[in-house]
């Protein structure tokens, strides 16, 4: 029987990102239907089309050049989130601010940015086995920045996946619970504000869109966001369940976009989350990494 070479391995990451991949398919199949049956001019396909060609391009990317992550490496993260989610509300444009202008699209930048912010902090999490004052720091400015511009949706997000990191988090509960309070601050400041903005058939209410155009749609495109959600549930949970904080941020997304408060992940139109879907890949990769190299040690060590 032939062995595996010695030093010669599988990559981790291209068993992790592989699978996230297909389980996206379905949300890019039904994102594209509903455009098909929406009245959408040429401009929106070119900017979906580059889009999910630049997230596969950083997904691949990421999986080949991952590298383990490092400290210096979230709080680069943690301030880059902060800076992007800022800059909309340095403009003169009314509220909500949440868009940067680049060249002819206005890109959403909450959604490029968090989940890689969340995995990150995650990361962190586990290899400390706590939730330490900078990462939770980082989290609460983002989350009232968000607020501010405000973007309830992105706020709750942000919000469900700092309560998973949490959930795992070995310090007492009280400081637990108290970690959660400037959450529930940024919540109710992003809320008083309400938003101005109508939604979109073919970008928040997608799901509708669907379910007009017939049943078997309806249910088909529903079908697509539950895989995706599952999809990331059953492999973080397996890579480690602190990553489960990206699923449970996407689920909530995907739940607000059923009420017409955000695009809907992937399904809707939008540069936004599908770059910040690649960018994610690419993080959870070099994550991926850094698990199965603990794992070794470990092995390493009891042998």
Do not use: K, N
Not at 53 to 71: C, I, K, N
Not at 83 to 105: D, F, I, K, M
């Amino acid at each position: 029987m032939r062995g595996a070479l010695p030093g010669r391995r599988r990559p981790v990451s291209r068993g992790l990102t592989a699978p996230l991949l297909l389980g996206a398919v379905p949300a890019l199949v039904a994102g594209l239907f509903v455009l098909s049956i929406s009245d959408v001019g040429r401009g929106t396909w070119l900017v979906q089309g580059a889009s999910i060609v630049m997230a596969l391009a950083l997904a691949t990317g990421g999986g080949v050049l991952a590298r383990r992550p490092s400290r210096r490496g979230v709080l680069v993260a943690a301030g880059a989130t902060l800076l992007l989610c800022a800059l909309p509300l340095l403009g003169s444009a009314q509220s909500p601010e949440r868009w940067v202008v680049v060249g002819p699209v206005s890109l959403y930048v909450a959604p490029v940015c968090l989940p890689a912010l969340l995995s990150l902090v995650a990361w962190r999490m586990r290899r400390d086995a706590r939730l330490h004052t900078g990462a939770a720091a980082a989290l609460w400015a983002v989350a009232l920045v968000l607020a501010a511009q405000p973007d309830l949706s992105q706020v709750l997000a942000l919000s469900a996946g700092a309560l998973v990191i949490l959930a795992l988090d070995v310090t007492p509960w009280w400081r637990r619970v108290a970690t959660m309070v400037p959450f529930v601050v940024a919540v109710v400041l992003a809320h008083a504000q309400g938003d101005p903005l109508q939604p979109v058939g073919h970008v928040e209410l997608v799901v509708a869109v669907a379910w007009q155009h017939s049943m078997l749609a309806g249910v088909c495109v529903l079908l697509a966001t539950l895989v995706f959600v599952g999809t990331l549930t059953w492999r973080l949970g397996r890579l480690d369940p602190a990553q489960g904080a990206v699923a449970a941020y996407y689920a909530v997304l995907f739940a607000c976009a059923m009420a017409g408060l955000t695009p809907a992940p992937l399904v809707g139109y939008g540069a936004g989350p599908w770059l910040g879907f690649g960018l994610w890949l690419g993080t959870i990769a070099a994550v991926a990494q850094d698990v199965a190299a603990s794992v070794d040690r470990g092995r390493r060590v009891s042998s």
